[in-house]
């Protein structure tokens, strides 16, 4: 059984989470998805829009995900001893190196591949531009009478 291991904010879903997840889950047997804690969505992106508890029942939910877990506070590698995958597999606009993270699970006796995946053709709903798009129309609506 190949356990691949997947991470995120997972913020607002998307067909690019979507894309992301079942390219990870083709990867292997088993899709086991880290859902970033608030406080780490704060620190890497964005106060997130929805709460860290909801964001992890939303990706557990998703066909290509069999368990989904919160992430650690503290040390994102506790996470990857944990579940003892055997392959990583990163967004296309995640900013971990490939190179550090494999050595670095290998320092803490996690041997694995790490692979980064392509993004969906025509992405226009990263969260981010969900929500400028929210705003702007927003902005171009004529206030009631």
């Known amino acids: 059984m190949v356990r691949v291991m997947a991470t995120g904010v997972f913020d607002l879903l998307h067909?690019?989470?979507?894309?992301?997840l079942t390219q990870a889950k083709?990867?292997?047997?088993e899709l086991v998805v880290?859902?970033?804690?608030?406080?780490?969505?704060?620190?890497?992106?964005?106060?997130?829009?929805?709460p860290e508890h909801l964001r992890r029942l939303m990706v557990e939910a998703l066909k290509p995900v069999d368990r989904a877990i919160l992430g650690s506070t503290t040390d994102i590698y506790s996470t990857v001893v944990d579940?003892?995958?055997d392959i990583i597999a990163l967004g296309y606009n995640?900013?971990?190196d490939l190179a550090e993270v494999t050595t670095e699970c290998e320092?803490?006796?996690v041997k694995l591949k790490v692979v980064r995946l392509e993004?969906?053709?025509?992405?226009?709903?990263?969260?981010r531009k969900i929500v400028e798009r929210i705003l702007a129309r927003a902005r171009e609506?004529?206030?009631p009478a």
Do not use: I, N, S
């Open 107 to 109: 320092r803490r006796g």
């Open 15 to 20: 067909a690019g989470h979507l894309h992301f």
């Open 34 to 50: 880290v859902v970033a804690r608030d406080q780490t969505a704060r620190r890497l992106k964005h106060e997130p829009y929805v």
């Open 26 to 29: 083709a990867l292997g047997d």
């Open 83 to 85: 579940v003892q995958p």
């Open 141 to 143: 609506r004529p206030e």
């Open 119 to 127: 993004p969906l053709a025509h992405d226009e709903m990263a969260t």
């Open 94 to 96: 995640q900013a971990f």
